[in-house]
Every structure is written in structure tokens, then in C-alpha cells.
Nanobody
Framework: QVQLVESGGGLVQSGGSLRLSCDVS????????GGWFRQAPGKEREGVSC????????YYADSVKGRFTISRDNAKKSVYLQMNSLKPEDTAVYYC?????????????????????WGQGTQVTVSS
């Protein structure tokens, strides 16, 4: 059984940083794109960032460009999201997800339908 477990969320002041981790068990990470989505209260879930399985394809939503950095470690079966210069509008539950054979690229927004493995989410709260 494949499981994705997010960690690293918490409460941080505006301008602060957090690093989210997504640890995968029960499957290899190779061949999967790793993605991060978030859902704020009363809003739809949105795709934040995505990193391809190989060759460095990466996507960032406009709202996080220049502040968030996605990375992965296939050997550790983990996907990371470094979040800097956090703003109150970044407050949300952040979800890790995997998409088989998806190529992530700039200007190609994420679709939840491409991701078939999901974590339970981790809360990020940014105070003003």
C-alpha cells in the first residue's frame, strides 16, 4: 500500500520560512512527478508546484514564484517544498501528491486529475 506522509507544517510569522517534506512508502518515487497543492478555508484546492521524475521539469504557480522551491530525493523517496517569505495568504492545508509520468513545466498549471496518490495534508498558518 502506497502512503504519502507530509510533515513540516506549522505556525510561522509573515516573512518566515518552512520546509515541507513528503515521504513516500510502499512505492518507488521514480517515474512519478511530485506535486504540492494547497487548500485555504472556503477556497478550492490549487496546484502550487510540481517537479518531474527526471530532467528537472518544474512548475510554480505565479503566487509562489521566487519564494517557494521544490526538490526531490529519489533515493530517500521524498519530495520537498522550501517556502520562504511566507505571507498570510499562504495559509492553507498543503497536500503532497504523485502523478505517474507527468512532465511538469513552466506555464503549465497543475490538474488534480493527473495525480492519483495523495497525502493527508499538513497545516501551514502564517500570522501577520
Amino acid at each position: 500500500q502506497v502512503q504519502l506522509v507530509e510533515s513540516g507544517g506549522g505556525l510561522v510569522q509573515s516573512g518566515g520560512s518552512l520546509r515541507l517534506s513528503c515521504d513516500v512508502s510502499g512505492s518507488t518515487l521514480r517515474g512519478y512527478a511530485g506535486g504540492w497543492f494547497r487548500q485555504a478555508p472556503g477556497k478550492e484546492r490549487e496546484g502550487v508546484s510540481c517537479i518531474s521524475s527526471a530532467d528537472g521539469g518544474i512548475y510554480y504557480a505565479d503566487s509562489v514564484k521566487g519564494r517557494f522551491t521544490i526538490s526531490r530525493d529519489n533515493a530517500k523517496k521524498s519530495v520537498y517544498l522550501q517556502m520562504n517569505s511566507l505571507k498570510p495568504e499562504d495559509t492553507a492545508v498543503y497536500y503532497c501528491a504523485l502523478a505517474p509520468m507527468l512532465w511538469c513545466e513552466e506555464n503549465s498549471p497543475l490538474s488534480e486529475r493527473d495525480f492519483d496518490l495523495w497525502g493527508q495534508g499538513t497545516q501551514v498558518t502564517v500570522s501577520s
